[in-house]
């Protein structure tokens, strides 16, 4: 481009969760504005097939396997990313899973995977990449992954809103105390539509009535986002929370026309 508006040119980027969704339209939207990117995923042959997307737009990618619930498995992939090419500059973890379930039938095991997957793994991923840039003297940018359903009530998916309603506020801890040369925020996707998650004609219709765009959203419209809250267009931008939800959370339950 013309004028450099985002200033990522050869930074270097690990995105976690990258192999796929909303973690592979992060990864190819930061390739496009430069970033070289470590794709991290549990499989390889995922993670792989986008560092072949990456590498036809002209950036370097490296794949590399790991569980970001398993703390050693995020040092370790650090120090491998750092390793093939160079110290790390930003991340994102683009990693979650929820389940159908009324608090009464919950039980602990169902609790811990929750907060392993969601609140955890984030934890894990952002220390270890904030650690690599107080060592390497960077500046830096990360962004984490929440959801609407951490902003206000999660009915029949408690323990994932609970998780990501710790991971806001973690977030906003980071900010805090890693300021100023490191950047932490966050996305609180709304419905968006993912290799795992599709929508029946009915679930369409509905978005007709509860969503102000009046349908779900692309995993693109949240690697867009994640570039800007990375770039240096949002210089200024640390310890928030963005909810990217087509008008999810400013709608009543019912939409009246």
């Given at each position: 481009m013309?004028?450099?508006v985002?200033?990522?040119?050869d930074?270097?980027?690990?995105?976690w969760?990258?192999?796929?969704?909303?973690?592979?339209s992060?990864?190819?939207?930061l390739?496009?504005?430069?970033?070289?990117?470590?794709?991290?995923?549990?499989?390889?042959?995922r993670?792989?097939?986008?560092?072949?997307?990456?590498?036809?737009?002209?950036?370097?990618?490296?794949?590399?396997?790991a569980?970001?619930?398993?703390?050693?498995q995020?040092?370790?992939?650090v120090?491998?990313?750092?390793?093939?090419?160079?110290?790390?500059?930003?991340?994102?973890?683009?990693?979650?899973?929820?389940?159908?379930k009324?608090l009464?039938?919950?039980?602990?095991?169902?609790?811990?995977?929750?907060?392993?997957?969601?609140?955890?793994?984030?934890?894990?991923?952002?220390?270890?990449?904030?650690?690599?840039?107080?060592?390497?003297?960077?500046?830096?940018?990360?962004?984490?992954?929440?959801?609407?359903?951490?902003?206000?009530?999660?009915?029949?998916?408690?323990?994932?809103?609970?998780?990501?309603?710790?991971?806001?506020?973690?977030?906003?801890t980071?900010?805090?105390e890693?300021?100023?040369?490191?950047?932490?925020?966050?996305?609180?996707?709304?419905?968006?539509?993912?290799?795992?998650?599709?929508?029946?004609?009915?679930?369409?219709?509905?978005?007709?009535?509860?969503?102000?765009?009046?349908?779900?959203?692309?995993?693109?419209?949240?690697?867009k986002?994640?570039?800007?809250?990375?770039?240096?267009?949002?210089?200024?931008?640390?310890?928030?929370?963005?909810?990217?939800?087509?008008?999810?959370?400013?709608?009543y339950?019912?939409?009246?026309?």
């Amino acid at each position: 481009m013309a004028h450099d508006v985002f200033k990522l040119k050869d930074k270097v980027a690990i995105v976690w969760g990258g192999g796929q969704g909303m973690g592979r339209s992060s990864a190819l939207r930061l390739a496009e504005a430069g970033c070289h990117i470590a794709v991290v995923d549990l499989e390889r042959d995922r993670a792989e097939h986008v560092c072949q997307e990456i590498r036809s737009v002209g950036s370097h990618a490296i794949p590399l396997v790991a569980d970001i619930t398993q703390e050693d498995q995020v040092h370790a992939t650090v120090d491998a990313s750092n390793r093939e090419l160079g110290p790390v500059d930003c991340m994102v973890t683009v990693v979650g899973m929820a389940f159908w379930k009324p608090l009464l039938d919950v039980d602990a095991e169902d609790w811990e995977m929750a907060f392993a997957v969601n609140l955890k793994s984030f934890f894990y991923t952002a220390r270890s990449v904030a650690r690599s840039l107080v060592a390497h003297d960077k500046q830096g940018a990360i962004v984490g992954i929440c959801s609407v359903s951490g902003l206000q009530s999660a009915p029949l998916h408690g323990p994932y809103g609970a998780a990501k309603a710790g991971l806001a506020n973690l977030v906003r801890t980071m900010a805090v105390e890693w300021g100023p040369k490191i950047r932490i925020n966050a996305i609180a996707p709304g419905a968006i539509r993912t290799p795992r998650l599709t929508f029946t004609p009915e679930a369409l219709d509905m978005f007709k009535q509860r969503v102000g765009l009046e349908r779900p959203g692309e995993t693109d419209e949240i690697g867009k986002v994640a570039l800007f809250l990375v770039s240096d267009l949002a210089s200024y931008v640390t310890g928030h929370t963005i909810p990217v939800d087509g008008g999810w959370m400013a709608e009543y339950l019912i939409r009246r026309k």
